[in-house]
């Protein structure tokens, strides 16, 4: 892997993490384009790193609040936090009995497309239904643990490569009364246990191979990431207020159409 190679993959992973059009699908893809291996599978997982930093920064008054939960007693960081944490162990349970099946089978072109397309259709059809339903929550302090257990539930759907982590809480929460500022804020702040345990995981069990010339590429791809990530969140959250979710389906079903096509000319292989 490159230099060039490693800013162009923390590009598309900090962009792309946040907003429900799939991280790990366009890494996939992006892989596929670059004509690099499978051995920089690990490191795609480890530039996340930058994107959760950015997450971290972006709603650091909220980090604040579940940190004065630990060490103040303050109750709404408390429920916060235990929030996040119900719905972080769904996928994580999921993610650890079934990461070594996931990988082999999934992690393709092909299956990113069909997830790409069938999440973009499903993000419009609820955006749609949920339009004339008027929301029941409108902050994160107010929500019940109820409620994260089953945001934590869809989180599973993102175990699918090209599904999207953001598009299957945010959508979960929205089908469970979030409105869509309050579900996007849930979705990002999961992020923070849900990616930082996975890349934590991922050093730990590759960490051998983060020695020598992959050392200067993931020191990039993480500051790309990083930079890229905070860009997404701040742009996302004001296209989210002004034309909502649609959009982003739409441009699902066309990339994933995309891919389909590229696929049956041999241009990417699966």
Not at 52 to 73: E, F, N, P, S
Not at 141 to 163: E, N, R, S, T, Y
Request: glycine share 10%.
């Amino acid at each position: 892997m490159t230099v060039l190679d490693a800013v162009i993959l923390g590009i598309v992973e900090g962009f792309t993490e946040f907003i429900p059009v799939s991280s790990t699908g366009h890494l996939i893809l992006t892989k596929s384009f670059l004509n690099l291996s499978d051995s920089v599978d690990t490191y795609l997982i480890t530039i996340q790193l930058g994107a959760t930093l950015a997450v971290a920064i972006y709603y650091r008054a909220r980090v604040v609040q579940m940190l004065g939960g630990i060490t103040k007693g303050d109750r709404d960081g408390q429920r916060l936090l235990l929030n996040l944490l119900i719905a972080f162990l769904p996928a994580a349970v999921v993610g650890l009995l079934l990461s070594d099946t996931i990988e082999r089978l999934f992690f393709n072109p092909l299956t990113v497309a069909l997830a790409l397309v069938v999440g973009g259709i499903l993000m419009i059809a609820i955006e749609r239904i949920m339009k004339r339903r008027p929301a029941r929550i409108d902050a994160v302090d107010v929500v019940k643990p109820a409620d994260a257990l089953l945001v934590g539930f869809a989180q599973c759907f993102a175990l699918w490569p090209g599904m999207s982590r953001s598009m299957s809480t945010i959508v979960g929460a929205q089908l469970r009364g979030f409105s869509n500022q309050t579900a996007a804020d849930f979705s990002f702040l999961l992020a923070l246990p849900t990616l930082g345990a996975a890349t934590l995981y991922s050093l730990w069990k590759d960490r051998a191979a983060f020695g020598g010339d992959m050392l200067l590429p993931g020191t990039v791809g993480i500051a790309v990431s990083f930079v890229s990530g905070w860009l997404a969140v701040a742009w996302f959250l004001r296209i989210l207020k002004r034309v909502g979710m649609e959009p982003f389906g739409w441009y699902r079903i066309g990339a994933g159409i995309i891919v389909l096509g590229l696929w049956l000319m041999g241009r990417i292989t699966v």
